[in-house]
Structures are given as C-alpha cells and as structure tokens.
C-alpha cells in the first residue's frame, strides 16, 4: 500500500489533476425576480462556445447568413470599394460572407475573445481578407472618418443597462464614419417581442444537451430578461446564464439616430430567420431592419509634416452659389455627397496636404495667400467661376496670372472644346472623322436640310450634355423645329444650335490618363449599354441620364466594355492621342464617340478636365483598368507632377 501511493504521488501533477472531477454549475432553482440576477457586463462573458450550441441554429447556419447579406447589401446598395465595420460581428458569419463575394475592405469587431479568434481562424482557413479586432462598442479603437457603412447585426443592440450606453454606441459610429456614411441597423422588434415573448421554453440542442428558458419582462417594461439552463444529459447543469435586452420600438430607435447626429432614418421591413431546429427563437424571432445617413463635416486632420512631400490645393465649383446646369440651379445632396466622396479618395492619397477652395468671392485672394505655400493647384472646377460654364477657362487663367502650376487643360483648350462646331473643324482638318452636320444661328427661322432624318439637335456651346434631352433625337421637320425651340425657350439657350445625323451604332467613351506623347494611359474603352432602356426611348447618354434620378435612362444605362474589332479600336486611340495634343488637353482628357450601322466610328465630342466624380464615365474606365477611384485621382496628379517637373 505505501509503494502504491508513493508511484502515485510521482506522478506528474497534470496527470493527478485529470482525476478530479470538474465542478458542477450551480443553479439557483425557481426564482421569482429575473431582473436581479443579470450582471451589468453580462455580454463580457456569455459569448462563448456555448452560446454557439444555443444559438447555433441561427448563428451558425450558412444557408441564413447568405440570405441576410442579400438583403443587408440590397438595402445599403453595397459597393465592394466601400470601407466595412462588422460591428459586434460575434464569429464574424456576415464579414466571411462579404469577403467571399469579394468586398476586400471589410473589418470585425467584437467584444468576445472566443467568438473574436473563431473568426480569425475562419478567415485563415479560407484565406479571407478581413480584419479581426477585439474591442468595446463604446470606445472604439478608429480614428475618424474611417469606414464608408458600419452595421451591427444579428440583434447585437440594446445589450447595456442603460440606453445611453446605446447612445454612446451610436455616437461612436457616427465618429468612425465618413461624411455621408451609413448605418445599418439589425435590431430585435421591441414591440412584438413585448406582446409575444415565450415565458418558458426548452429544446434540444445537440444530442447531450438541452437548454430550459425562462423569460420576464423588466420592471419598467423596457428589457426582456432571458434565463438560460443548460444541461448535459449526464453530467447534469453546466450553465444557469442570465441576459437581457432593450425593446427599442421604431420611434425609440429613431430618436437615439437622430440624437446620435443621424439623418434620413429608414425601415426596411422586418425579417424572421428559418431556424433548422425550428423551436424557439427568442430575441430573433422578430427584428427590425433601420438604416440611417450621418452628414457631418470631415474631422480635422494634424498633418504630419514629415510625412508630407506635397501640397495640393483644390479649387472646385462654389455650393453656395446657383448653378445653371443643374436641374434646381442649386448643388443638392448628390452634389454634396459626391464632393464628400472625393475628399475621402484624397485623403487615401499618400504623400498629400491637401487644402480646399470653393468659395469664389475670395477665391483671387485665397489663391494670393497661398502662392508659394502650395506645389500646384488640383483643378476640378469644372462648374466655371462663379459657375459660370463660360468661365470654366478663367481658373486656369487666373492661376497662370498668378504664377501657380495647375493640373489640367489650358484656358485655350477649354475654349477650344467647348465650341462643338470648332473642334469639328479641327479634326475635319486633321483627317478625324465626324459626323455630317449644320449649324443654325440664333436669328434663322428658316433652314435648308442638307441630309435625312434622325438627326440629334445640340446646343453647339457648352458642355454636362446641357439641352440634350430625349427630344433632341428628331425624325421629322417639324421636330426639329420643336426641339430648336425647346432648347431656346426651356433652356434659355440663344447660341448657335448644331445639327448633326444621328448615328444608331455603338456609343463609345474613351478615356486617356498622363500627356502624350511623353507617358500616358488609354483606359479600357466603353460603351453605353441600352438594352434596359424601354425601346420608344432613344439612345443617347444626355441631360436626362446624368441629371435627373426619376428618369428611364438614369435607371438603365450601364457602361460596358466596348468589345470593338482590333484595327476599330486602333484607330480610335490614335486619333484620341492626336486630339489630345492638338487641342491642348494636359493630364487626363474623354473623348465621346458613336459608330454608325455599319460599326465605323465617328468623333462627336472632346472634352478637357473631364467629369472628375467618383461614379462618372472617367472612374468606370479606371475601375476596368484595375484603378479604384483614389487611385484615379493619384494617376492624374502625378501625371502633372510629371509635366511640370514637381517631385512628389
């Protein structure tokens, strides 16, 4: 007897702990008050593989989290450019998900460091793109201005005592958002759950253990309180867990966005997850879906001086003033959103300070003050001074006044193109071809008509597809005197109107980055594509396309690659690059082209300083190319640097 306990006290300590049987969990029995035995921090410690077992029908189920991120992405419009914050993403299902349908920018956090290293271990098993953190919803660990959408799903809302540790939350989304940021918002129905909790329930959850459910409302009615006993079939209870829940209703969840600083708070329904357990569902039986925009001005940025090799100022249209070739003369939220976007590229621009200028009252002193302090001016406005699209060539004017190196065409480029009929001439010369056309005075009543019909009637100054509209495409004589008429009198438009044959073939945009014949870039050239469009409508990318959001053709157009025959393709690129010089374009340029049936392509517009917005003609040839929008951006300002001899 004494050798035999002396082998067994040399054993190795681990092995003698291994036969120590584990203690069981203490249940407290039947208890009248829920309330009173949920911890404050309950969520620090309850996320765990339990709460895999319990919730797994849900939480775990592919075939539920794929449905959801349709929906999720359908209501927020997700683009896969667009910064993501996974917000108490738990195991991570929906950042997985985005990742497997290819949204590379998307980041997780969560406050459980087993659900948190689940996650991680996922994405390194299938060699997913998504960043994984721990941290506290309250304080998070983002600089500002960071993520483009955060959402917080699978009813991970309304966990604290006290809703402004929920305000705190929100408050801190509206933080780590971009200006024009959304939230998405996945949250348990307050109001149903409060007139249809189950008060008790149990189920099986696995083949040895099964979970019994008490639940109670709070004494102010406002959290539902949730009691978990789990038990193993043999070993008996391993978990008696107490949680709780705010029961946000629609207005509650509404005032708390808006306190937050949200705008254009929006319902999107209600959604019910397809349990394969098909038991009780809980605090997911019912949830409501609710996103929201925040407006806000970008965060001021210490600049690093050190980090810093160039200063940038951008000089951009003046919202404050009236513009005449927007539909209301006046710079609305797709205007603002659209500014907000391109200060969010600049800022991923490496290497930059940028500062910027829109106010043009004391636009002429602004520029005095930093001549010398800024390496060049980043010229977008293309509205014109005082948004007048007849001074859009005064700005570079006024900086070569002034001294200040500048990105983009010269003054005499941009009056070069911004006559039709002159840049017609010019590649008439040049061996280019065009369209057949003529040209009406302001004064003729009166017209001969050298060809037939279609014909596309055209204001011949101006540029934004100002005045050409559905009805610009005429099929008759007395159309055409219509649509001339239209244009006078709607528009307001008294310049000479050019006419030219219609041409029904391929609509074709090409794009060059860099400056001839020194480095540049041809984009990927596309096309319209019309087949969405209702038949009766004709085929042209006008006013109606870009300006007005209720429009068909706002709706069905879509650009394409062009997919030409070599040799077509060719030639259009080297008249492109020939034009490009001629007309003095520097730095990025677009050039607008139509085949006719027979598939041969004629020249109808160039245009310097092209559309420079995050969603235009430009940005879609350089997403072909593999270029994000800040990249495009970076692209067009090194090819000035290039030109003017500035080292960044």
Known sequence: MIEEKTQETDKPPERRRRRIPAARARCLGPLSDLESHVAPDWWSRIFNSYYMKTDGDVVDDLAITRKEDDLFTSVLGLKKEEVVLDLCCGQGRHSLELARRGFTRVEGLDRSHYLIQRAKAQAAKEGLPVKFREGDARKLPYPPDQFDVVMILGNSFGYFESSKDDLLVLKEVARVLKPWGRILLD???GEYLRAHYVPRSWEWIDAKHFVCRERALSADRQRLISREVIVH???????????????YTPELIRSLLEEAGFQEVSFHGSLTPDSARGQDLGMMERRILVSARIRKEWAPVKSRKKNVSTQVAVVMGDPSKPDPLKPFMVFDDDDLYTIDRLKAALKECTGYSFTYLSRHETLIQDLMRLKG????????????????????????ALLEMLGIPYTGATPQGLAFCYDKSLVRGVAKEMGVPVPRAFFIDPTSIVFEVPFGFPMIVKPNLGDSSFGITQKSVVWSLDELSACISEIRDTFGYEKPVLVEEFLTGKDLTVGIIGNPTDDYMVLPIVEEDYSALPPELPRICGYEAKWLPDSPYWKALRSIPAGLPEETEKSIVEWCVRLFERLECRDYARFDWRCDADGNPYLLEVNPNPGWCWDGHLAKMARLAGMEYPRMLEAI??????????RS
């Open 187 to 189: 949250l348990a129905d």
């Open 233 to 247: 079939t043999e070993k008996g209870v391993e978990v008696d867990q107490f949680y709780a829940e705010r029961l």
């Open 373 to 396: 302090k800024v390496d060049y001016v980043f010229n977008l406005c293309d509205e014109g001074f005082f948004n007048d699209p007849r001074k859009e060539l005064h700005v570079p």
């Open 637 to 646: 300002l090194k090819a000035a640097e290039k030109r003017l001899g500035i």
